[in-house]
């Protein structure tokens, strides 16, 4: 395999693996609120809260959170199968989902009849899973089995079996032999998986060792792999395995930062941990919130005169996203690619922010699963009591943030001349309309919007897209020819933040609009 198609691969992988964090914001909200607001600080303060009904509303808005998190690497499976499954994906996720169970069953099987589990008092790296007893394989064991059934079904979904056995023909096959694999795969799990939770402690205690310079690599490291989609696979492993930290929370072992912080808010007395608080992207409440929006004005106050109203119109709609969700995609693209200077400086305040807020035990989730930086800030932050989160420094790191960003930027941009958005003479930001142009029927036209159509045409033309996908912030398109796909400054004229041009396509970021796009993109050119 090329150099290329590795690439292309751990690109599609991360968009799958992006797929279940999705659905976490709405719970880390539920999460946040409820326990913000059963916190002792917040009921003394506000005594209406000690009321029955409301206890009982708040307590269910935490359970609701929970759930989703407690089941993430059930999650994790279904959007893997699901995700890579060429035809017929819902028996894709049925069969996952039928897998994981069937794996977990199996692997508590084993551990029973060797006295390896003690359902009253589990050890560390085991849990009870959807009711089961059973070693905790996090998301990685979620993951792994999610691509084995991905393969299986992609194989068998069109199997035709002797007419003996035919009532097993084509998508029936699926989750049967996905049932059978997956008793094979427990029993391999239940021998091997000891040993690299093992390896897994080893190497978040190496880890946890670095402090202050690890934290700075962690923030540094993850935007720079951002222009190439692979920054996942920095923070992703720190979130959900024991990698980002162990504590037992509760009377329970729970791992990965994400699941530890989460547990903590639903604590009656929540105590936070700057170890565990690093890996949620506590940085990401400085860069998303005051770094990137001072960055914005500084491209506003350099722009050209005459280009200075749409260009606002443009950078506002980039810093919404940052500061109430977390998606710094659509900004970041502004400058990323005609200004890399810009880029690099704005890494390494990244890699500062997580290590100022490292120091300063700053323990303030910033990354979307915890519903972005400012509701983070609000819930996770202000409600939980400054002598458990130190909210109080956001405001005044945030402030000194906000004026090395503004002047940083400022400073490059008008030294090197640099061509941000509006201070190149060919930007002229019109609005164009290529419905008319692309070869679609009028039933297609009928279908969706005209910047669909744009998009379309974009992209070469109905003739030239293979799939149409999306992630946060990108529109994710493979083609027949790249060479079809109109340049960047194309791009821009219909919406677009940026292009990015991949092994086997394009990605246009176009922030939360993305996924909009895809969807009315696949009802037009009916692709599944």
């Given at each position: ?7 292309a691969?751990f690109q599609q992988?991360g ?5 279940p964090?999705m659905i976490?914001p709405?719970a ?8 913000a607001?059963?916190?002792n600080?917040v ?9 029955t009904?409301?206890q009982?509303?708040?307590?269910l808005?935490?359970s609701?959170?929970?759930?989703v998190?407690?089941n993430?690497?059930?999650i ?11 035809k ?10 039928l ?6 069953v ?7 009849l ?5 359902p009253?008092n589990?050890k560390?790296?085991?849990s ?8 905790d394989?996090g998301?990685?064991?979620?993951i792994?089995l ?9 194989r068998y979904?069109t199997?035709?079996?002797p ?19 997956a008793?094979?795969?427990g029993?391999?799990?239940?021998g ?8 897994l402690s ?15 690599i962690?923030?540094l490291s ?7 989609g692979l920054?996942?696979?920095?923070y ?6 024991s ?9 329970k072992v ?5 699941n ?5 808010l ?5 105590q936070?941990d700057i170890d565990?608080s ?17 960055a914005?004005?500084a491209?506003y ?7 200075k ?15 109430f969700m ?12 005609i200004a ?5 400086f ?19 989730p910033?990354?979307?699963a915890?519903g ?11 409600l939980?009591g400054?002598?458990?989160t ?11 943030y906000?004026t090395?960003?503004y ?6 941009i ?5 061509k ?12 164009i309309?290529?419905a008319?142009?692309?070869?679609l029927?009028?039933n297609e036209?009928?279908a969706?919007s005209?910047?669909?159509y744009?998009i379309?045409e ?5 003739e ?5 996908d999306a992630c946060?912030s990108?529109?994710?398109v493979k ?8 340049d ?5 004229k ?7 041009k991949?092994?086997?396509g ?5 922030g ?17």
């Open positions: 395999m090329k150099n290329g198609k590795y690439f691969f992988l968009k799958m693996l992006m797929t964090v976490l709405i880390g909200i539920l999460m946040g609120l409820g326990a607001l059963t916190s600080t009921v003394q303060a506000m005594p209406f809260l000690e009321h009904s409301v009982y509303i708040l307590t808005l935490k609701v959170g929970s759930i998190f407690n993430l690497p059930v994790f499976a279904i959007s893997i199968a699901m995700g890579y499954a060429k017929e994906k819902g028996v894709a996720a049925l069969s996952a989902f897998a994981f169970m069937v794996m977990n199996t692997m508590n099987s084993i551990l029973t060797t006295g390896s589990i003690d009253a589990l560390t790296g085991q009870v899973i959807l009711g089961v007893p059973s070693l394989t998301v990685f064991g979620g792994i999610g691509f084995i059934v991905a393969f299986l079904h992609n979904y199997i035709s079996l007419p003996i056995l035919s009532v097993f023909n084509g998508t029936k096959f699926v989750p049967m032999v996905s049932i059978l694999t008793i094979i795969f029993f391999i799990m239940s091997i998986w000891p040993f690299f939770q093992s390896g080893s190497l978040s205690d190496v880890i946890k060792g670095t402090g202050a310079s690890g934290t700075f962690y923030g993850e935007r720079l792999l951002l222009p190439f920054h996942h696979f920095v992703l492993p720190f979130f959900f395995t990698l980002g930290g162990s504590e037992i929370i509760g009377g729970v791992e990965g930062a994400v530890i912080f989460q547990a903590q639903g604590m009656s007395n929540p936070f565990v690093r890996f949620v992207m506590n940085g990401k409440i400085l860069i998303a919130s005051f770094g990137l929006p001072a914005a004005l491209m106050h350099t722009a050209k005169g005459n280009k109203q749409k260009v606002k119109a443009l950078l506002i709609a980039g810093c919404i996203p940052a500061i977390g998606v710094t995609e659509p900004i970041e693209f502004t400058f990323l690619f890399p200077v810009l880029y690099v704005h890494a390494i305040m990244a890699g500062i922010a997580y290590l100022v807020t490292y120091l300063f035990e700053i323990n303030i910033g990354s979307t915890f972005g930086p400012f509701f983070s800030f609000i819930f996770n932050g202000v939980q400054n002598e458990k130190h909210w109080v420094y956001v405001p005044i790191i945030g402030i000194i906000f090395v960003y002047f940083g930027f400022r400073y490059f008008l030294k090197f001349n640099l941000t958005p509006g201070r190149d003479e060919s930007d002229d930001f019109t609005e309309t290529a008319q142009e692309t070869k029927t009028s036209v009928a969706g005209a910047i669909v744009d379309i974009a992209l070469g033309s109905k030239n897209i293979i799939s149409v946060w990108r529109l994710r083609v027949k020819d790249k060479d079809k796909v109109k960047e400054a194309y791009w821009k219909i919406g677009a933040n940026g292009l990015v991949v092994n086997d394009v990605q246009a970021i176009y939360a609009k993305a996924d909009i796009y895809k969807t009315q993109i696949r009802e037009i050119l009916d692709l599944d």
